[in-house]
C-alpha cells in the first residue's frame, strides 16, 4: 500500500467502518460516531486524497479507494465489519461488497449511484462540464480528479448488484441528488435489501442524524422487516 488512511476510532464490539462521500473527510459523520460508538467499534476513515489521507502515486478511482479499504482492514486484523458509505462512500461499499464478500457483514448505502445517469441532470451536467473545463489545467489536479469521481465512476453494471449476498439498507433522502428511480433500482436489484426513503436530501447523515441514526440501527439490529417510504 502506499499511503495509510487517516482514521478515527471510537468504541468496542463489531466494527463499523464509515466512508465519507466525495470531497469530504470523516468528519462528514460528527453525527454517527459518538452515537453507533455506544455499541461499535467505528471506524471513520479519510479516503485517499481526502482529509488528512495523501494523495498517493495510485489510480484516484472507486476501485481503488475500494482497494485501499481491503489493505487498511488486513492491517488493523478486521476480517469482517459492518460498512456505511455516504455518496462515493456509499459506491465504495457497493464495489467493496462484490469483490470482497466475505469482509462484509452487513451494508449500508447512503445516496449511493451505479453511474453518472443515476444523478439528476441539473446537478450533473454542471459536473461533466467542470470535469472537462478542469482538464485543460492538466489532469492531475485535485478538481479535476474529483470531478472524475463523479463522470468516470462507479460505472456498476445493475446485473452485478445481483452479486450481494450481504444484507444491505438503500437509504436516501426524498428530495436527494440521486434520482429516486434509481435508489429504487439498486435496492431492488440487491437481493433482500431494505430501502429507506426519508425526507430530506442529500446530506440526511448530517442533516436529520437522529432519524437517520435510527433507521440504520433498527438495520442492524435485524429488525427492520419492511421498507420505509416517508
Known amino acids: 500500500m502506499d499511503i495509510r488512511l ?41 479516503t485517499r486524497g481526502h482529509g488528512k489521507t495523501p494523495r498517493g502515486d495510485r489510480p484516484f478511482t472507486i476501485r481503488q479507494f475500494a482497494e485501499d479499504l481491503h489493505d487498511f482492514m488486513m492491517e488493523k486484523g478486521i476480517e ?17 461488497a462484490l469483490k470482497y464478500p466475505e469482509m462484509v457483514n452487513k451494508l449500508i448505502v447512503n445516496g449511493a449511484n451505479l453511474d453518472g445517469r443515476g444523478v439528476k441532470a441539473s446537478i450533473q451536467l454542471p459536473i461533466v462540464v467542470g470535469y472537462y473545463l478542469t482538464g485543460l489545467f492538466g489532469k492531475h489536479n485535485r478538481k479535476h480528479e474529483l470531478l472524475g469521481l463523479m463522470v468516470k465512476d462507479p460505472n456498476i453494471k445493475p ?32 437481493p433482500g435489501a431494505k430501502l429507506v426513503l426519508m425526507p430530506g436530501d442529500h446530506f440526511i447523515a448530517k442533516k436529520q442524524s437522529a432519524q437517520f441514526n435510527e433507521y440504520v440501527q433498527c438495520f442492524l439490529d435485524g429488525k427492520m422487516e419492511s421498507n420505509i417510504i416517508s
Open 80 to 96: 469482517k465489519a459492518h460498512i456505511l458509505g455516504f455518496s462515493d462512500g456509499g459506491n465504495i461499499a457497493l464495489i467493496f
Open 6 to 46: 487517516n482514521y478515527e476510532e471510537k468504541g468496542r464490539g463489531e466494527p463499523l467502518i464509515l466512508l465519507h462521500g466525495n470531497g469530504e473527510s470523516k468528519e462528514y459523520f460528527i453525527h454517527q460516531t459518538d452515537f453507533f460508538a455506544q455499541r461499535y467499534r467505528v471506524i471513520a476513515l479519510d
Open 159 to 190: 446485473e452485478e448488484l445481483q452479486k450481494i449476498s450481504c444484507e444491505t439498507l438503500v437509504i436516501a433522502g426524498t428530495n436527494d441528488m440521486i434520482r429516486t428511480d434509481h435508489t429504487r433500482f439498486i435496492a431492488a436489484e440487491i
